[in-house]
């Protein structure tokens, strides 16, 4: 008999989805694992191929850190260079602030007497350099300036320190946080004044504003993190880069500026006020004792607070072997997942698909599919089909074999029926009752193995029987036979579900059978004047299964049929076919039979648990 053979095979197989672990057990597809991800090939084969640029990275992290060593070296060079270029403008203006007061000291000791001219010249001169100067004026050596740019009269001599500038005629330059014209930070710039006999007569003052080198100082600077600090000889800061006012913590901390003085012209690295290493050099403005002191971040340790992590991130050495690394490993996982990856769970998928529906998947396109996975792919195609075609086959064969047995079944329970028919016809004919009641035991006994062969090609699966269904149908034709006399006899049937072997089913039916007979044959009135039967099926476990069959007696009863003792016979000849033995329990009003066996374990493919129906339990 031939039937359709991919066709008859869909949704037979097993879904082939199911995972493995390490250790063998089997995991479900949709089951969580942690580290998951850890699993993925491309995952794997991206990190263990990014390890081999690791001697690299290295490399370039030494490489890097060189550099860095030759580019601190280098701002270090730079910043002494710059410091000395601050040092030489300052320097320049403040020789061509003392060329200018110089110049104008040569007329003052012809205008002494005539304030208007004096103050005329004094204007004119700050009105043409009004970019560079703020002020200017004669200072007398009475303290009392008349003669000024401004139009004002400024007495001196009450100045604490007024005795200590006329006391030597020199060239001088103080600092004035509150220049009393310009309202800011000056440099005074003192030039002293001789009339004609050569006697000191005061000095000539120009006033050059903070603010106007501390713009140069900024033009220049841009965002460099360095810092210029301009100090007197007496330690006295004259101008700065930045706020003038936080100036002397940007100085070395526990350091005299006089000490720091005498340091010129080394460089030196140490910590400011604020707490920040750095390195501080030392450049001479003028020989009289005036200083440009610079610092500078060696390590970019201490970045501007708005630089924030990233920034901080950007000046480390690693920074770019890690962009390498962190790139190659995103082009390595990005090769292999369009490469090789993709088509394996393509793969996979078709596979998938084959295991659950048992059809042949659709085959996409392969215009970008390397060879080695369209040979694997080609052959998975040709494995699954020839694996459709095997199984149509063995269906086949099987489902013959299923016919046959089935036929056979049913030819031998019809061949029993007819055995029963003539008996049943001998029975009608007899006329002794004693040969009657043995022919009616015999005919039962063929009618109990009839049923049994008739729930065999009932069954859909031939290698499967439903035990209690069986026993079920082999127990109530007896019942039936049960005397009617009273009181009525209370039959109990109890059958729990389960699934067993027709080696084991059916002498497991013909020991009921016996045992019924038997117990319905001997069936008494208990002590509480009630007749019963109790037939029970339990299941003990997975594999062990107990039948008890149990009636009511009124005396002592004897178990011999017809004095031959055949039932009982035949109960154990079917016990050792079940491999146990029947335990008899007797009482004065009732008897019990029961034995517990054990069920033959299925296949571990088969879908329900050994011994017992899935269904059911």
Not at 194 to 215: L, S, T, Y
Not at 551 to 578: K, M, V, Y
Request: hydrophobic content about 40%.
């Amino acid at each position: 008999m031939n039937f359709p053979s991919l066709a008859l095979f869909r949704g037979q197989g097993q879904d082939a989805s199911a995972d493995v672990s390490d250790d063998g057990t089997h995991v479900s597809p949709g089951a969580s694992r942690p580290f998951g991800w850890t699993r993925s090939l491309s995952v794997r084969l991206a990190i263990l191929l990014s390890g081999a640029l690791v001697p690299l990275g290295l490399i370039a992290v030494d490489q890097t850190v060189r550099l860095q060593a030759e580019v601190r070296e280098s701002n270090n060079l730079s910043l002494q260079a710059l410091t000395a270029e601050f040092a030489q403008e300052e320097r320049e203006i403040i020789k061509s602030a003392f060329s200018a007061a110089e110049t104008l000291a040569l007329s003052v000791p012809d205008l002494t007497a005539d304030r208007a001219r004096c103050k005329s010249l004094m204007t004119r001169f700050i009105d043409a350099t009004a970019e560079r100067y703020s002020f200017a004026g004669f200072l007398p050596t009475d303290g009392v300036m008349e003669c000024a740019s401004a139009d004002l009269t400024i007495d001196y001599s009450d100045n604490p320190r007024f005795s200590d500038w006329m006391l030597t005629a020199k060239r001088d330059v103080r600092v004035n946080s509150f220049g009393p014209v310009s309202g800011t930070a000056v440099l005074i710039i003192s030039e002293p004044v001789f009339n004609e006999q050569g006697r000191f007569i005061g000095n000539q003052i120009i006033h050059v504003p903070h603010d106007k080198i501390d713009q140069g100082f900024q033009v220049k600077l841009g965002d460099r993190p360095i810092d210029i600090v301009t100090i007197s000889v007496d330690g006295d800061i004259l101008s700065a880069s930045g706020a003038r006012e936080t100036a002397r913590e940007r100085l070395p901390a526990g350091i005299p500026l006089k000490e720091l003085i005498k340091l010129n012209p080394r460089r030196i690295e140490t910590e400011n006020a604020a707490g920040e290493t750095r390195l501080f050099s030392i450049v001479p403005v003028l020989s009289n004792g005036f200083y440009v002191v610079g610092s500078w971040d060696p390590d970019g340790r201490h970045a501007a607070a708005d630089s924030g992590p990233f920034r901080q991130l950007v000046l480390t050495p690693a920074l770019f072997p890690i962009l390498m690394w962190l790139v190659s490993l995103v082009l390595i996982y990005i090769t292999l997942d369009r490469q090789v990856v993709r088509y394996l769970r393509l793969i996979t998928t078709q596979m998938q698909q084959f295991a659950r529906s048992r059809t042949l998947p659709k085959t996409p396109p392969r215009s970008f599919m390397p060879h080695e996975m369209e040979v694997i792919e080609n052959e998975f195609m040709q494995v699954a089909e020839k694996l459709l075609h095997d199984e149509a086959d063995l269906f086949d064969a099987m489902h013959d074999k299923d016919v046959l047995l089935k036929e056979l079944h049913h030819r031998v329970k019809n061949n029993l029926q007819l055995i029963s028919s003539i008996i049943s016809m001998q029975i009608r004919r007899t006329r002794n009752a004693t040969t009657a009641d043995a022919l009616q035991t015999v005919n039962r006994r063929v009618t109990s193995m009839a049923t049994v062969h008739q729930t065999l090609y009932q069954a859909s699966e031939l290698g499967r029987v439903q035990a209690n269904d069986l026993l079920r149908d082999v127990i109530r034709p007896l019942t039936e036979l049960a005397p009617t006399t009273a009181p009525v006899p209370h039959i109990e049937i109890s059958l729990e579900p389960v699934v067993l072997y027709p080696d084991q089913a059916v002498p497991l039916a013909l020991l009921t059978v016996e045992a019924a007979t038997n117990a319905l044959k001997y069936l008494g009135v208990d002590s509480a004047g009630k007749r019963w039967v109790s037939f029970k099926l339990n299941v003990e476990d997975d594999t062990r299964v107990t039948l008890t069959i149990a009636n009511s007696t009124a005396q002592d009863p004897s178990f011999d049929e017809e004095g031959t003792g055949l039932g009982s016979q035949l109960i154990r000849g079917f016990a050792r076919q079940l491999e146990c033995s029947p335990t008899v329990q007797e009482e004065a009003d009732s008897y019990a039979i029961s034995l517990t066996f054990d069920a033959m374990q299925f296949e571990p493919d088969a879908p329900a648990p050994a011994g017992v129906d899935a269904e059911d339990s």
